[in-house]
C-alpha cells in the first residue's frame, strides 16, 4: 500500500500513519495500526504492507468492504485478515 521510499522520512511517515488511522476509524474503533519501515542492514518483512487492528470483527469487515479495490497514491488497496497471534508478535 505504501512504497519503502514514503516511509524513510519522520515526518512523512507520522502524515501516512495519521492518514489511514483516520480513515479507518471511519469504520470503526482502531485499536493499533502498525507499518513496517526498513531498518538499515535488516531485513524487515511487511514493509509496504499497512496492519490495522480494529475492536471487534464487525468494524473489520465494514473497514475491508469499503476499502478494498480502492486508490491510495495510484495504488489500488488490497485487503485480507491476517492472524491476530502473528500481529501482536509483529511477525509480518
Known sequence: ????DELKNDED??????DIREE???YGVVRSLEIPRALPGMNVSG???VYVEFAD??????????????KF???TVVTSYF??????????
Do not use: P
Open 47 to 49: 514493509v509496504g504492507k
Open 13 to 18: 511517515f507520522d502524515d501516512i500513519v495519521e
Open 1 to 4: 500500500m505504501v512504497t519503502e
Open 57 to 70: 470483527t464487525a468494524d473489520c469487515q465494514r473497514a475491508q468492504a469499503a476499502l478494498t479495490g480502492r
Open 73 to 75: 497514491a495510484s495504488r
Open 83 to 92: 492472524d491476530l497471534e502473528k500481529y501482536h508478535n509483529r511477525h509480518f
Open 24 to 26: 479507518c476509524s471511519k
